[in-house]
Each structure stands twice: as C-alpha cells, then as structure tokens.
C-alpha cells in the first residue's frame, strides 16, 4: 500500500511564495506519474500539475504556468510543488496523488490511484 503525506502549507501574502512536498511511502513505490490537485471551497477538484516519474517530463494547468514549480526526488520518493507569485486565488487544499497507468498527461483526478490528505494553502491579498 501507497501512503502520501503533504506538508507545507500555509498563510501567505500575496505575491509570495510556498514549497509544497509530497513524501510517499510504501514496499515498492514505482508510479508512472506524480500530481498535484488543488479544491478550494464550495469548487470541484482541479489539476495543478504532473510530473512522470523516470522522465521528468512536466505539464501544468495554463492558471499556474510561469508561476509554479513540480519536481521530484527520486531517492527519496518526494515530489514537490513550487509556488511563486501566489494570488488569493490560489486559496485552497491540495492534495498530491501517484498514478500507476502510463497515460500523458495525467490531468484527471481519475486516472490516479492514491492520494494524501491534503495541506492548506491560503493566501491573504
């Protein structure tokens, strides 16, 4: 079994900036992708950003792009997520989430396996 366990979330002005990270554990830990969601209040879950896991290969939701940041660390079965820039609409939880089925890009939260609990992100203008 996966576990996924977030950290670094929290407040921030405007303008600033926050690293999230995903630590996974489990016996054999080997996706095909890592991805980060986001679901603010009252919306649905949407896609931020994916990273594949072997190649690196990356690709962002156009309201992130220029702004944020995935990458990963292999040995250590972390991924992370970059934030500049933020805006107060970037508010929300999010949430990272492995996927094992080799489709590119993995935007969909459906064609991911396991997920974390969540970090909170807020962000104050």
């Known amino acids: 079994q996966v576990q996924l366990v977030e950290s670094g979330g929290g407040l921030v002005q405007a303008g600033g900036s926050l690293r999230l990270s995903c630590a996974a554990s489990?016996?054999?830990?080997?996706?095909?992708?890592m991805g980060w969601f986001r679901q603010a209040p009252g919306k649905d879950r949407e896609f931020v950003a994916t990273?594949?896991?072997?190649?690196?290969?990356?690709y962002y939701a156009d309201s992130v792009k220029g702004r944020f940041t995935i990458s990963r660390d292999n040995a250590n079965n972390t991924v992370y997520l970059q934030m500049n820039s933020l805006k107060p609409e970037d508010t929300a939880v999010y949430f990272c989430?492995?996927?094992?089925?080799?489709?590119?890009?993995?935007?969909?939260?459906?064609?991911?396996?396991?997920w974390g609990q969540g970090t909170q992100v807020t962000v104050s203008s």
């Open positions: 989430a492995a996927a094992r089925r080799r489709l590119w890009p993995p935007v969909a939260g459906t064609q991911y396996d396991y």
């Open positions: 990273i594949s896991w072997k190649g690196g290969s990356t």
């Open positions: 489990g016996r054999t830990f080997s996706p095909y992708a």
